[in-house]
């Protein structure tokens, strides 16, 4: 793999062991330098890989390994004030005295680094393999309609239920996690239930990265860090894709006159129109199968089960289909957020039908709102670029609109 640079770091595991010196001696034998985190570090960089796959997170971290459980806050797009407790799924019992125990610990802890009254009302990222199995179990539970667990959402009153389900020993769960998590899921839920009862968070949400990715985060340059990942990824993704070279920023600024979007749906929007020709080489009709397959289970971080599901209604219109594949995707999306989709679509896919993906084009052209009228201005001499095909779609834009009709001109 041409590895030029490795970076080798332990943990509670090694940091806690009897033996973790001489661990460490034998991995320097065969060539690898080993830090061992300090308590403090873990946390900090649990914080920041929470970050770097949602950069806006505003609450507490907990980071359940093994051998420990780490607390740090993140605000701001840092994380501070990190504690490690010694409550891993590896070393808790859920038996009553075991509880009472994990209980006890968790609740001096807390108390010493005043984490209470900084947690309440915000939110509680979950991070580790055994709280990502218990979201798959609450994702088997209740039917959702994507395989997707970062950034997945829970009520906080959710921990003690699944608590019970995961108790019931019910044998459909071997389809929502692996066996050893499994095993591991009833201290993993005991555990979550008790720092809801302590933190009293508003919402649990799940991140899939933690200090693997917290350490390459923390390298980055501020410059780098300061940057939205979905719409650098989406921008890498459908760079190699394009027919004629990137042309998504253009596009969406095309179709920006349109539409007063407030600056999340704006993202989601630019994003959109980034993957906008990211289907071209699949036979015509399966270009929306393509554009959807790839906005919901795509590898995107800063971006929630929700926002997936807009960006794939958009794209679906932009290739041509007006509705989703599953009804329950429209379920995870507020009032208004898919239909506006739907017109960011049609407008995308005007664009591309008057520009065959030519940047050029789309520079001597304009779409504006002129009363109850939708505007297409083209510049003098390019009139021919205007069809029968363009005509339909500007049509179909406008009753999606509400405009009462279109002119050309």
Not at 70 to 81: N, P
Not at 367 to 372: C, E, K, M, T
Not at 385 to 401: P, T, Y
Request: proline share 4%; aromatic share 4%; charged share 25%.
């Amino acid at each position: 793999m041409e590895v030029r640079r490795t970076q080798v770091v332990a943990t509670a595991a090694i940091r806690d062991a009897d033996d973790g010196p001489d661990f460490v001696r034998e991995l320097e034998k065969i060539g690898f330098d080993c830090e061992v985190l300090t308590a403090e570090e873990e946390a900090h960089y649990a914080g920041a890989g929470v970050l770097s796959g949602i950069p806006e997170a505003d609450g507490i971290v907990g980071d359940l390994g093994g051998g420990s459980l780490e607390l740090v806050e993140v605000a701001g797009g840092a994380s501070s004030g990190g504690i490690s407790l010694p409550l891993g799924v590896l070393r808790v019992d859920t038996s009553a005295e075991g509880e009472r125990r994990a209980r006890k610990t968790l609740k001096a802890a807390i108390k010493e680094a005043g984490l209470r009254d900084l947690a309440k009302g915000r939110p509680f990222y979950m991070v580790g393999g055994s709280w990502r199995a218990l979201a798959r179990i609450d994702m088997f539970a209740v039917n959702f309609p994507l395989p997707i667990t970062h950034q997945y959402r829970m009520k906080a009153s959710r921990a003690r239920e699944l608590r019970k389900l995961v108790r019931a020993l019910d044998p459909r769960l071997a389809n929502a996690a692996a066996p050893p998590r499994l095993a591991t899921s009833p201290g993993a839920a005991m555990l979550l239930d008790l720092i809801v009862e302590e933190l009293a968070p508003s919402d649990l949400v799940v991140s899939t990265y933690g200090i693997r990715e917290g350490l390459l985060y923390s390298k980055l340059k501020p410059s780098a860090r300061r940057l939205d990942p979905l719409i650098v990824e989406a921008r890498e993704a459908a760079g190699s894709e394009h027919r004629f070279g990137q042309h998504g920023d253009l596009l969406e600024e095309w179709i920006a006159p349109l539409f007063d979007d407030k600056p999340e749906m704006r993202r989601l929007r630019l994003a959109s129109c980034l993957l906008a020709d990211v289907a071209w080489q699949a036979t015509p009709g399966f270009r929306a199968e393509r554009g959807i397959e790839m906005a919901l289970h795509g590898n995107w971080v800063a971006v929630s089960p929700a926002q997936r599901v807009i960006i794939a209604q958009a794209l679906s219109s932009n290739f041509g289909r007006d509705s989703l594949p599953d009804v329950r995707l429209e379920q995870l999306c507020k009032d208004g957020q898919l239909k506006r989709a739907h017109c960011w679509g049609l407008a995308m896919r005007l664009g591309q039908r008057l520009s065959g993906g030519v940047a050029s084009v789309l520079k001597k052209t304009k779409l504006s709102a002129d009363g109850s009228v939708l505007r297409l201005i083209v510049s003098k001499g390019e009139e021919a670029l205007i069809g029968d095909a363009v005509e339909r779609r500007l049509v179909r834009l406008a009753d999606a609109l509400g405009f009462d009709g279109i002119a050309i001109g």
